[in-house]
């Protein structure tokens, strides 16, 4: 074969598939957050602003108005848009009230949990040794435990409300971090800065601040969104056992409780505040799965 064959020779073609149009919506929703930011900006809205946005007092009881359903069904009215509970109460108002439980448990519990984790994990990465078998073997230990059974267990031994439920869920979501953030400070405390910084007489508080905890900082945030989830649940199923949040203040967990015995005759009592429950959830983890394709480098040029 001549070297003018050869130069002249062309590539293959090479024929790609085009992107099936069903996987548009979901490309869409994993470049621009946008149902996670219009979930989660209601429900801050709805924490912040309930007493304008709640058309009726969420605890007044109106027996004359019990079990109607939402406006959109027989015999409902636009008075009660999402339809009363059996005892009369609006039960929209009850969900605009009831995302205050749900941002305040959610701010408490992931800053409390992340800033534990993140701190066990960064000792136990850096130091090694002794301080890292002891650290790890504590969050061995915590990560065994089934985090519902022994929630119960504390909650029915510790008197039930916001402060001690905020309490539980840290117990039982700190760990997470520690072992990530144990992993991403073994591979930093070897890296030339930090070694400089050690050479230069730099304390290991110093080098923790303006080092390592910069370099772990994004893995942090995406695990964090990703905790909301499970926080959201974890707080409902306690309130739904009557082991969590205690009325008269109201919690979609509670609410749950309260409609399973009506299930067969209320639908939207428990359907309503599990839609609820599930949306935030759901928004969540999106969230978590975008701040994580967009802080990874590998990912971003990948997508």
């Given at each position: 074969?001549?070297?003018?064959?050869?130069?002249?020779?062309?590539?293959?073609?090479?024929?790609?598939?085009?992107?099936?149009?069903?996987?548009?919506?979901?490309?869409?929703?994993?470049?621009?957050?946008?149902?996670?930011?219009?979930?989660?900006?209601?429900?801050?809205?709805f924490?912040?602003?309930?007493?304008?946005?709640?058309?009726?007092?969420?605890?007044?009881?109106?027996?004359?108005?019990?079990?109607?359903?939402?406006?959109?069904?027989?015999?409902?009215?636009?008075?009660?848009?999402?339809?009363?509970?059996?005892?009369?109460?609006?039960?929209?108002?009850?969900?605009?009230?009831?995302?205050?439980?749900?941002?305040?448990?959610?701010?408490?519990?992931?800053?409390?949990?992340?800033?534990?984790?993140?701190?066990?994990?960064?000792?136990?990465?850096?130091?090694?040794?002794?301080?890292?078998?002891?650290?790890?073997?504590?969050?061995?230990?915590?990560?065994?435990?089934?985090?519902?059974?022994?929630g119960?267990m504390?909650?029915?031994?510790?008197?039930?409300?916001?402060?001690?439920?905020?309490?539980?869920?840290?117990?039982?979501?700190?760990?997470?971090?520690?072992?990530?953030?144990?992993?991403?400070?073994?591979?930093?405390?070897?890296r030339?800065?930090?070694?400089?910084?050690?050479?230069?007489?730099?304390?290991?508080?110093?080098?923790?601040?303006?080092?390592?905890?910069?370099?772990?900082?994004?893995?942090?945030?995406?695990?964090?969104?990703?905790?909301?989830?499970?926080?959201?649940?974890?707080?409902?199923?306690?309130?739904?056992?009557?082991?969590?949040?205690?009325?008269?203040?109201?919690?979609?967990?509670?609410?749950l409780?309260?409609?399973?015995?009506?299930?067969?005759?209320?639908?939207?009592?428990?359907?309503?505040?599990?839609?609820?429950?599930?949306?935030?959830?759901?928004?969540?983890?999106?969230?978590?799965?975008?701040?994580?394709?967009?802080?990874?480098?590998?990912l971003?040029?990948?997508?």
């Amino acid at each position: 074969m001549s070297s003018t064959e050869v130069l002249g020779a062309r590539r293959p073609v090479v024929l790609r598939r085009a992107p099936s149009p069903w996987l548009a919506p979901w490309r869409f929703v994993r470049r621009y957050p946008l149902f996670p930011a219009i979930i989660w900006g209601a429900v801050i809205v709805f924490a912040i602003a309930s007493p304008l946005i709640a058309p009726a007092d969420p605890f007044r009881q109106v027996l004359t108005d019990r079990l109607q359903p939402p406006a959109w069904s027989e015999g409902g009215s636009m008075k009660h848009v999402l339809g009363t509970d059996h005892l009369g109460r609006d039960v929209f108002s009850r969900i605009v009230y009831g995302s205050r439980v749900t941002v305040t448990v959610v701010l408490l519990t992931v800053t409390a949990s992340a800033a534990t984790g993140t701190f066990v994990g960064m000792l136990a990465g850096y130091f090694g040794g002794t301080v890292d078998a002891l650290l790890m073997r504590a969050v061995d230990f915590q990560i065994a435990l089934p985090a519902l059974l022994f929630g119960v267990m504390l909650s029915s031994v510790l008197e039930p409300g916001l402060r001690n439920v905020v309490v539980i869920i840290v117990l039982f979501t700190w760990a997470s971090f520690a072992r990530l953030v144990r992993a991403e400070v073994l591979s930093l405390r070897e890296r030339d800065y930090v070694l400089l910084a050690r050479a230069a007489g730099a304390g290991w508080v110093r080098i923790f601040v303006k080092h390592l905890f910069p370099g772990v900082l994004n893995t942090v945030m995406v695990l964090a969104t990703l905790e909301v989830s499970v926080v959201i649940i974890f707080e409902s199923s306690l309130s739904f056992l009557g082991l969590g949040i205690v009325p008269p203040t109201v919690s979609w967990g509670a609410m749950l409780a309260e409609g399973r015995e009506y299930m067969s005759v209320a639908w939207w009592l428990v359907t309503i505040p599990g839609l609820a429950i599930f949306s935030v959830a759901l928004a969540g983890n999106l969230f978590g799965d975008w701040l994580r394709d967009t802080l990874d480098p590998h990912l971003r040029r990948s997508a």
